[in-house]
């Protein structure tokens, strides 16, 4: 069956770089109909979109976090990474790897990994 | 920050019919599709309701979505005590060339 899980550091400090790597299972990252998202959750808020990147390396970031964010994709291994830099206390959430549908109607957030908390502190 | 509007909580007891809704703008909700997601309490979302309406296989047919113009709603009819959890609301963003959710929905069971 299709699997997600997000593994990297819980902890990370204030002005350092955040790095997370999703495995995926059951599915090749490869495949053109999906995107390979981040979204994360603040403790006790609701979900934010990160961004995503396809299958043939495109990347679409959220344009609150573009300057500070990327994003890459490991078809050998069929995993997907996220970096954000600079980070601050304000990025501290639970941090979802997501595979994104590609449909007519437009995208649908199908598979979701368990999600991994990241705390920054000051 | 979200872009999209929801209630904090919403409640109702076992058999009732209970609505969330979700307020938008044209360039979300009034230009895009919109999907519902369901988060059980300790657990990732799940996807709930695609394309405005179409559920997924395996979703009972108690949850059912609607869109019009710039909000959309999401209906839970014989409302179950495992149906206590928060809901979210998302659609693409044309101005902000983004993914953007609501502010989350928390419904209880009395």
């Known amino acids: 069956q299709i699997q997600l899980q997000e593994w990297g550091p819980g902890l990370a400090k204030s002005s350092e770089t955040l790095s997370l790597t999703c495995t995926v299972s059951?599915?090749?990252?490869?495949?053109?109909?999906?995107?390979w998202t981040w979204i994360r959750q603040p403790p006790g808020k609701g979900l934010e979109w990160v961004g995503y990147?396809?299958?043939?390396?495109?990347?679409n970031y959220s344009p609150s976090l573009k300057s500070r964010v990327s994003m890459s994709l490991d078809t050998s291994k069929n995993q997907f990474s996220l970096r954000v830099s600079s980070v601050t206390p304000a990025d501290t959430a639970l941090y979802y790897c997501?595979?994104?549908?590609?449909?007519?109607?437009?995208?649908?957030?199908?598979?979701w990994g368990q999600g991994t908390l990241v705390t920054v502190s000051s | 920050q979200s872009v999209l509007t929801q209630p904090p909580s919403a409640s109702g007891t076992p058999g009732q019919r209970v609505t969330i809704s979700c307020f938008g703008s044209?360039?979300?909700?009034?230009?895009?599709?919109v999907n519902w997601y369901q988060q059980l309490p300790g657990a990732a979302p799940k996807l709930l309701i695609y394309?405005?309406?179409q559920r997924p296989s395996g979703v009972p047919d108690r949850f059912s979505g609607s869109k019009s113009g710039t909000s959309a709603s999401l209906a839970i009819s014989g409302l179950q005590s495992e149906d206590e959890a928060d809901y979210h609301c998302?659609?693409?963003?044309?101005?902000?060339?983004?993914?953007?959710f609501g502010t989350g929905t928390t419904i209880i069971v009395l």
């Open positions: 394309s405005n309406h």
């Open positions: 059951g599915v090749s990252v490869n495949s053109e109909i999906y995107y």
């Open positions: 997501v595979r994104d549908t590609i449909a007519a109607a437009g995208s649908l957030f199908d598979y």
């Open positions: 990147i396809s299958s043939s390396g495109s990347t």
């Open positions: 044209d360039s979300n909700i009034g230009s895009n599709t």
């Open positions: 998302a659609a693409w963003d044309d101005s902000l060339r983004g993914y953007v």
